[in-house]
T-cell receptor, first 113, second 109 residues
Framework: KAGVTQTPRYLIKTRGQQVTLSCSPI?????VSWYQQTPGQGLQFLFE???????NKGNFPGRFSGRQFSNSRSEMNVSTLELGDSALYLC????????????FGSGTRLTVV | GQSLEQPSEVTAVEGAIVQINCTYQ??????LSWYQQHDGGAPTFLSY????GLEETGRFSSFLSRSDSYGYLLLQELQMKDSASYFC??????????FGKGTRLHILP
């Protein structure tokens, strides 16, 4: 079955612009989480959605937002981009039960110039 | 604050055994997971421990001691393809999964 799909794979934006990233989870998975990955910082939790509701939010400024649609697809938006927002943004989906872990997408590599 | 500590780098020889440790300090605990990530790739789920003890999956094993807030990932019969970064992760009381900063495993021929 299809995995987690993230689009676009690569993105270059200018400071001050905004960006929207998309994530399509595995069919049947209703939980979608977003992480920011930068060298030396590991994966930092952004937010998690379940059935269109934000369940959890990490310690990121309000410029980072997200949403989930009725088909479980999710988007995250970053407004007023800063150089420090350059990172790999990973989306992960999970089904019922924590034993199965997360399935990650390949990520969107965002470069802010 | 919440934290997961793991070594930043570990080096081992092909065919040998290596252990990657993880200690955690989180608000609540609902299980320790391990993920593998190759350069340029997505993290992939390896194992999950909810209870104390050892879980074995082929060449990989994972151990948990909740009283010590400690776990480890054991990789046996190392192969060159095992060269990757390994992350431990904890699900906290808010049901968030918090990741460590990762351990880069280098394997020498």
């Amino acid at each position: 079955k299809a995995g987690v799909t993230q689009t676009p794979r690569y993105l270059i934006k200018t400071r001050g612009q905004q960006v929207t990233l998309s994530c399509s989870p595995i069919s049947g998975h209703r939980s979608v989480s977003w992480y920011q990955q930068t060298p030396g910082q590991g994966l930092q939790f952004l937010f998690e959605y379940f059935s269109e509701t934000q369940r959890n939010k990490g310690n990121f400024p309000g410029r980072f937002s997200g949403r989930q649609f009725s088909n479980s697809r999710s988007e995250m938006n970053v407004s007023t981009l800063e150089l420090g927002d350059s990172a790999l943004y990973l989306c992960a989906s999970s089904g019922a039960g924590t034993d199965y872990g997360y399935t990650f997408g390949s990520g969107t590599r965002l470069t802010v110039v | 604050g919440q934290s997961l500590e793991q070594p930043s780098e570990v080096t081992a020889v092909e065919g040998a055994i290596v252990q990657i440790n993880c200690t955690y300090q989180t608000s609540g605990f609902y299980g320790l997971s391990w993920y593998q990530q190759h350069d340029g790739g997505a993290p992939t789920f390896l194992s999950y421990n909810a209870l104390d003890g050892l879980e074995e999956t082929g060449r990989f094993s994972s151990f948990l001691s909740r009283s010590d807030s400690y776990g480890y990932l054991l990789l046996q019969e190392l192969q060159m393809k095992d060269s990757a970064s390994y992350f431990c992760a904890v699900r906290d009381r808010d049901d968030k999964i918090i990741f460590g900063k990762g351990t880069r495993l280098h394997i020498l021929p």
